[in-house]
């Protein structure tokens, strides 16, 4: 129960779904948390029931928010050892029905967020002694399917980010480790309302009919370890978490 003890979290997206229940683990191996979401009330909410835990209203998109939720952290509790890159959305179109708007909001909230959120954090993990990325991708940047191109787009831009910033933390020896985990389907809130908008035989949902869908918490056990110092020598890595999809 004390793999985290001492260590300091940042959890994006952590009003729901993986986040949520990365930010309960975290805190349940002895870390202390930060959740942040564009969803406040509900944001708020989950951080009461999670001990020690606070919440800051975050837009991903913005790099003064993120600026201030780093700040916010480092002064509250003295560090930062850990970040979770997980916010993110899902809307559904192919290449040609996707506009321009919304494939810029999409890879802004995911691709650039992850970017920003690594950005301002490592200064702060650096002044700490180092510690541990985790961004949160998905097993779209490896297969395709068609009808999320933005999605798509944004989560391969998570995934390659993830080699490049493990080198850089490397090559300045930072301590920093930095690795991308990609799940298939889960049973989250997001998850729920995709399915909803879709019928059984919509393309893209061969995953579910044919592997189920995971819990958030089987992600979140992945966070905890990559957050801990138990893989203290895996950095740059890829976790694929599918059941099994993408071997076949």
Request: glycine share 10%.
């Amino acid at each position: 129960m004390n793999r985290l003890q001492g260590k300091v979290a940042i959890v994006t997206g952590a009003a729901s779904g993986l986040g949520a229940a990365d930010a309960r683990l975290l805190a349940a191996e002895g870390a202390r948390v930060v959740l942040t979401d564009i969803n406040a009330e509900q944001g708020e909410a989950v951080a009461k029931r999670i001990e020690g835990a606070f919440f800051i209203r975050h837009d991903t998109r913005s790099e003064a928010d993120w600026q201030a939720v780093v700040a916010a952290t480092v002064e509250r509790f003295g560090r930062l050892d850990v970040l979770v890159n997980n916010a993110g959305l899902v809307r559904f179109g192919s290449v040609e029905d996707t506009t321009l708007e919304d494939f810029r909001f999409l890879n802004a909230v995911m691709a650039e967020g992850t970017f920003l959120g690594c950005k301002h954090a490592i200064p702060a993990m650096a002044r700490s002694g180092g510690g541990s990325i985790v961004n949160i991708a998905s097993v779209a940047a490896l297969k395709g399917i068609s009808p999320i191109i933005a999605y798509t787009a944004a989560k391969g831009a998570i995934l390659a980010m993830t080699r490049s910033i493990a080198v850089h933390c490397q090559e300045q020896g930072y301590g920093i480790r930095c690795n991308v985990i990609l799940p298939g389907a889960h049973d989250t809130p997001m998850t729920a309302a995709a399915l909803a908008s879709l019928d059984d035989a919509a393309a893209g949902l061969e995953q579910i009919h044919n592997h189920g869908q995971g819990k958030p918490e089987d992600v979140g056990n992945l966070v905890v370890f990559l957050a801990s110092d138990e893989s203290r020598h895996i950095t740059g890595t890829s976790v694929v978490i599918d059941n099994g999809e993408t071997i076949r």
